[in-house]
């Protein structure tokens, strides 16, 4: 694999982390890591899932 495609995906779950938790912890949320971390977590699959489809279709394309 690609250490390419891990990193923007990673980044991009940070900043999302860290933006939700600013904002739930805004909005006073009882568990606002928690709220964060499952944010994070569903947009760096959105991210790695769309990564990993670019890069397949990439590949076979070379072929």
């Known amino acids: 694999m690609n ?5 923007l995906p ?6 999302f982390f860290v933006l ?15 709220a964060g971390l499952f944010v994070a977590f569903i947009v760096f699959e959105i991210t790695f899932f769309y990564r990993f489809t670019k890069n397949k279709n990439e590949t076979r394309s070379k072929l």
């Open 3 to 7: 250490k390419n495609l891990f990193l």
């Open 20 to 34: 939700a938790v600013i904002l739930f912890t805004f909005i006073e949320s009882p568990f606002p890591y928690f």
């Open 10 to 15: 990673i980044l991009v779950g940070v900043i």
